[in-house]
């Protein structure tokens, strides 16, 4: 949940201080809700969503209900007492404060502030005492996990690290101008309280796309969009057609750019090695000028002295021949050594014959391939990533059969595991090796529960092409793909999941396997 929207929540909240607290109830393991009636008279749910991926914060009407599921729901339930009389947010990040009373009573209850901080996988809810000190932690976190703080009972309370943004509150429009020329996006970067979908937001409410680069009545349009943004973050869905279609053709060019440039490298490679094919042609001469000289040292070996590194002989042409030699070799021996690399020239001649024709016409295919690609729509890129066994064209990552049948795909670079993993149906099985970098591998069950041995074989893909290749235990997690997401700026192929399971395997290939 972005800053902005966590800000609009806490604004609407404020309007209801003092609210009195009407008692806590748990729909699920993840979430608190605080039932509270507020000084105008309404009836509400405070509800703090705070388990990663999705943290949240809402103001939600009627009766949630659920009893404690978790320790720290219990010490919640009675800990939170008294009446919400204060809500507040750390700049515009992704973290609020909320300040209850306490209670007085035959045990009186002390004051207490709860700490949602809704920071994407490393979302939490804290509980702290009127001092700042932490009483209970839904996720404790140790150094070993953060070198920049702890949170775990007992511990001052530290907020996430501190950052230097532009305040939209309070910005100007001159405070944008270090974004002239830059794509929109780079918003991100420079202002504060927003993410990824409040700046798709933003540029829909300057007429912009996220690409498109600043120029100074495009930095106009975007302060003022920035400013409705503050009054009012709500997301929405209507474009004009032009934007539509001007974000459609992003939305291509995200995916069509991975899949060019993986052509690209492969005509280069096939090029280098037409560049090599011609050469190899080229000193067929040299290889002709080698068995001479082997021809004329036979001939003439009583005029090679011992241990010579080189000797004059005339040749068969009356001719002076100047032949190097190797000291440590008979001369019959430097004779067969000529001729062995005169064969090896004419073999490497010959296969070059058969495979220049096969290379020209295969950089032609891809050269096509990348015209093809030029037209094709976002539907028809996406299906690149899943082409079935047997069908030419270009095909991302590499390709294997599981012993039920089923496909298995794995990412070759960053890019390749980028794409496989967008590209995945939300119901394909996901795995990575733990803790190392390596291939995302997806089996492609859709859904279907697949045997063990099926997610043994994608584990043993995922262990091999990985850094901990052929080592005898390696941990590999696989989640469906639909718990996995790639964090805000990260780059292509990191991602976070979650609701994920352990397998140990062995980092060798699987024996049984098909290569598709």
């Given amino acids: 949940m972005e800053g902005l929207l966590i800000h609009a929540v806490l604004?609407?909240?404020?309007?209801?201080?003092?609210?009195?607290n009407l008692g806590l109830a748990f729909p699920e393991e993840g979430t608190a809700a605080i039932l509270l009636k507020g000084r105008t008279g309404r009836l509400f749910n405070l509800v703090l969503h705070y388990r990663p991926p999705t943290p949240s914060?809402?103001?939600?009407?009627?009766?949630?209900?659920?009893?404690?599921?978790t320790p720290f729901q219990r010490q919640l339930q009675a800990r939170v007492k008294g009446p919400l009389v204060e809500a507040s947010q750390l700049k515009l990040d992704r973290v609020a404060f909320f300040r209850f009373a306490g209670?007085?009573?035959?045990?009186?209850?002390p004051p207490s502030v709860l700490v949602l901080e809704a920071t994407g996988r490393n979302a939490n809810l804290i509980l702290l005492d009127e001092e700042g000190r932490i009483l209970g932690v839904d996720r404790v976190?140790?150094?070993?996990?953060?070198r920049y703080r702890e949170l775990r009972p007992g511990l001052p309370y530290t907020p996430p690290p501190p950052y230097r943004k532009l305040d939209p509150r309070t910005l100007t429009e001159e405070d944008l101008r270090p974004l002239l020329g830059k794509p929109l996006k780079e918003v991100i970067r420079h202002v504060d309280g927003v993410g990824q979908e409040l700046m798709r937001e933003l540029a829909r409410r300057a007429g912009l796309t996220p690409e498109t680069p600043l120029d100074e009545a495009g930095l106009g349009r975007v302060y003022r969009a920035l400013k409705t943004l503050v009054e009012d973050p709500s997301l929405r869905t209507e474009l004009s057609e032009e934007l539509r279609r001007r974000w459609a053709e992003e939305e291509k060019e995200a995916l069509r750019k991975p899949l060019l440039e993986a052509l690209d490298r492969e005509i280069r490679t096939l090029k280098a090695r037409l560049g090599d094919y011609q050469e190899a042609l080229e000193r067929l001469e040299e290889a002709e000028a080698l068995r001479r000289r082997a021809d004329l040292l036979l001939a003439r070996l009583k005029e090679v002295p011992k241990g010579a590194e080189k000797v004059v002989l005339e040749g068969f042409d009356g001719k002076p021949v100047e032949i190097p030699l190797d000291p440590a070799l008979s001369p019959q021996e430097n004779a067969r050594k000529l001729y062995d690399r005169a064969r090896r020239l004419e073999e490497l001649a010959e296969k070059a014959l058969d495979l220049i024709p096969k290379t020209e016409a295969r950089i032609r295919e891809l050269e096509a391939e990348k015209e093809r690609l030029r037209t094709l729509d976002l539907e028809?890129?996406?299906?690149?990533?899943?082409?079935p066994k047997g069908e030419k064209g270009l095909k991302v990552g590499l390709r294997y059969t599981s012993p039920s049948g089923f496909l298995v795909l794995v990412g070759r670079n960053a890019k390749e595991n980028d794409l496989l993993t967008r590209a995945a149906h939300s119901e394909d099985l996901w795995f990575h090796a733990q803790g190392v970098p390596g291939s995302h591998v997806i089996l492609k069950t859709e859904g279907k529960n697949p045997p063990l041995e099926d997610l043994l074989f994608a584990a043993r893909l995922a262990a091999y092409h990985s850094k901990a290749r052929g080592e005898r235990q390696v941990p590999v997690d696989y989640t469906r793909k639909k718990h996995v997401w790639r964090p805000r700026k990260a780059a292509p192929g990191q991602v976070l999941y979650t609701q994920a399971k352990t397998l140990f395997v062995e980092g060798l290939l699987p024996e049984s396997r098909e290569e598709a």
């Avoid at 209670?103 to 209850?109: A, I, M, P, T």
């Avoid at 976190?141 to 953060?146: L, S």
């Avoid at 028809?380 to 082409?387: C, S």
């Fill in 11 to 20: 604004r609407e909240l404020e309007k209801e201080l003092p609210a009195q």
């Fill in 57 to 69: 914060l809402a103001l939600e009407p009627g009766r949630l209900q659920g009893e404690p599921k």
């Fill in 103 to 109: 209670e007085k009573g035959f045990v009186d209850v």
């Fill in 141 to 146: 976190i140790t150094k070993e996990v953060n």
């Fill in 380 to 387: 028809g890129l996406l299906a690149l990533a899943q082409r």
